[in-house]
């Protein structure tokens, strides 16, 4: 199947700091990457779509302003937390979408998110 | 509204059988995903159902009746490692998943 590489895999951050995530495809071109928030004992929750050269959809409650994405190329979205607190520790998970008409999502292998 | 129910957490002994149930109300429908995550790791594919019936794969396999909504998982041969959670996603009409909150199941010797 194809390989989602998402970096880093775990960071501890002060409180007030920005974070960057990266998720990549890296053996295909992924047109749309969706990146998730997972908090303990609890599913994914999707925080946004994201599509290459254009703006991302935002989840209805995602601050655009605080979690930045940007999809700049076929293989490569980022997601920024801007100005981390403590309650934005979480699992952040990113994955990619083959086509318009998917029969699998590509996941990433997840970023944990501490901030202290 | 759309809405995935699942059960919560599920126990099963080594070697037996369960069937993780899930239900699903969607606005349309392109098929069903099953996923399995380990504890602090992302999601892996295990299954997709876009047509009834079920689908076997090695000891897993998956059922699905578009007619009720509902969709299962069976576990065969159950091992330690399959210790972990299993996640419904239906895909709906705008090719969005949709996640149920994941079956925790746990298994003992």
């Known amino acids: 199947g194809a390989v989602v590489s998402q970096h880093p895999s775990w960071v501890i951050c002060k409180s007030g700091t920005s974070v960057k995530i990266e998720c990549r495809s890296l053996d295909f071109q992924a047109t749309t990457m969706f990146w998730y928030r997972q908090f303990p004992k609890q599913s994914l929750m999707l925080m946004a779509t994201?599509?290459?050269?254009?703006?991302?959809?935002?989840e209805q409650g995602v601050e655009k302003d605080k979690f930045l994405i940007n999809h700049a190329s076929l293989t490569l979205s980022t997601l920024t937390v801007t100005s981390a607190h403590p309650e934005d520790s979480s699992f952040y998970i990113c994955s990619a979408r083959v086509g318009e008409e998917w029969t699998e999502a590509f996941f990433g292998q997840g970023t944990r998110l501490t901030v202290v | 509204g759309q809405n995935i129910d699942q059960p919560t957490e599920m126990t099963a002994t080594e070697g037996a059988i369960v069937q993780i149930n899930c239900t699903y109300q969607?606005?349309?429908?392109?098929?069903l995903f099953w996923y399995q995550q380990h504890a602090g790791e992302a999601p892996t594919f295990l299954s997709y159902?876009?047509l009834d019936g079920l689908e076997e794969k090695g000891r897993f396999s998956s059922f699905l009746s578009r007619s009720k909504g509902y969709s299962y998982l069976l576990l065969k041969e159950l091992q330690m490692k399959d210790s972990a959670s299993y996640l419904c996603a239906a895909l709906d009409s705008n090719y969005q998943l949709i996640w149920g909150a994941g079956t925790k199941l746990i298994i003992k010797p």
């Open positions: 994201s599509n290459e050269g254009s703006k991302a959809t935002y």
């Open positions: 969607t606005s349309g429908f392109n098929g």
């Open positions: 159902n876009v």
